[in-house]
């Protein structure tokens, strides 16, 4: 398997512009977490499905922030209208069973977001 | 409040020299504990991870120690080498539900 598949690897965008975050996670992995890296309060967890379904969005910052995970292969990350703000590094991870069991969680390379 | 300090914030060191990075959480109650390395410009790697039980558990040159009573882990890095430059994150999860409590990292650059 390729790993956890981020696209893309860099956006910049203009401020009120809708951005798209794509990830693919690894075969056959139940759980996908979406995460957000700055600098000032480095990685924080935005929103996290099990078998498709999103079991925790208390991350996510407010209602320009949107997750869906259509099937088991596929999820997105949209933000509309982005703000200058919300320039950060997305991750997208995925694990084979429940992060409280112990399950190591696999990430992606990430997507730069940069809104001007 | 559920929290995890990691300190220092950064540390250079001569290669092949020792470090030890330390965690504390508050996190109640308590699942696991990872370490992650993040090596700039890439998504974080996987090191440990320990449970309540574990003491001690080694990957290579990387031992992480938990002392679940007075909640603080170490990760040691034995004889460092130029690519253990890098950010390194303590992880800490409850057992009820999945949530993850992050540590804002340790940066690590090893110098020759």
């Known amino acids: 398997d390729a790993g956890v598949i981020q696209s893309p690897r860099h956006e910049v965008t203009e401020m009120g512009q809708e951005v798209t975050l794509r990830c693919k996670p690894i075969?056959?992995?139940?759980?996908l977490f979406w995460y957000r890296q700055t600098m000032m309060r480095g990685l924080e967890l935005l929103i996290y499905?099990?078998?498709?379904?999103?079991?925790?969005d208390s991350g996510m910052p407010e209602d320009r922030f949107s997750a869906k995970m259509p099937n088991a292969s596929f999820s997105t990350l949209k933000i509309q209208p982005s703000e200058p703000r919300d320039s950060a590094v997305y991750f997208c991870?995925?694990?084979?069973?429940?992060?409280?069991?112990?399950?190591?969680?696999?990430f992606g390379q990430g997507t730069r977001l940069t809104v001007v | 409040k559920n929290q995890v300090e990691q300190s220092p914030q950064s540390l250079i060191i001569l290669e092949g020299k020792n470090c030890t990075l330390q965690?504390?959480?508050?996190?109640?109650?308590?699942?696991?504990l990872r370490w992650y390395k993040q090596d700039t410009g890439r998504g974080p790697v996987s090191l440990t991870i320990?449970?309540?039980?574990?003491n001690t558990k080694s990957n290579g040159r990387y031992t992480a120690t938990l002392d679940a009573d007075t909640k603080q882990s170490s990760l040691h890095i034995t004889a460092s080498q130029l690519s253990d430059s890098a950010s390194y994150i303590c992880?800490?999860?409850?057992?009820?539900?999945?949530?993850?409590?992050f540590g804002t990292g340790t940066s690590l650059t090893v110098i020759p």
């Open positions: 991870a995925s694990s084979l069973a429940a992060p409280a069991l112990g399950a190591e969680a696999f």
């Open positions: 075969s056959g992995h139940d759980y």
């Open positions: 499905f099990n078998n498709n379904v999103p079991i925790d």
């Open positions: 965690c504390n959480y508050t996190v109640s109650p308590f699942s696991n």
């Open positions: 320990m449970t309540f039980s574990e």
């Open positions: 992880v800490v999860s409850g057992n009820t539900g999945n949530q993850f409590y």
